[in-house]
């Protein structure tokens, strides 16, 4: 679970997530303690969308990334995993992917 490339405890995107498919993979990550779900992670990222600001298509706030890629109107794959990972800084990782991806090219979320 912990990337060499990291500083120790973290964990980083997977580079060669696209790698097999026709098109860019989107990925979210969250790292939290013993007992994390998927329904936590994806309600911290759905909350970065208060700092989403549609009419300059950028964040008003510290980042919202995170939300305008749960959000994004093309993205129609989407696969997740939950790691223990005791190497982590947090203990568990929870990794989302999304295809086609989001955040690219200066597009809106929807």
């Known amino acids: 679970c912990v990337d060499q490339d990291q500083p ?10 696209s790698n097999g498919h026709p098109y860019y993979v989107g990925e979210n990550i969250f790292g939290a303690g013993g007992g994390a779900t998927a329904q936590q992670a994806v309600s911290l990222w759905a909350a970065e969308g208060a700092n989403y600001d549609y009419a300059t298509n950028s964040c008003s ?13 093309t993205s129609i794959e989407l696969g997740c995993a939950i790691g223990n990972c005791p190497g982590l800084q947090f203990g568990n990782a929870i990794v989302c992917d999304y295809g086609p991806g989001g955040n690219s ?3 809106r979320p929807y």
């Open 61 to 73: 706030g510290p980042t919202c990334g995170h939300y305008t890629q749960v959000v994004w109107r």
């Open 8 to 17: 120790i405890g973290l964990i980083d995107h997977n580079d060669g997530r």
């Open 105 to 107: 090219g200066g597009a």
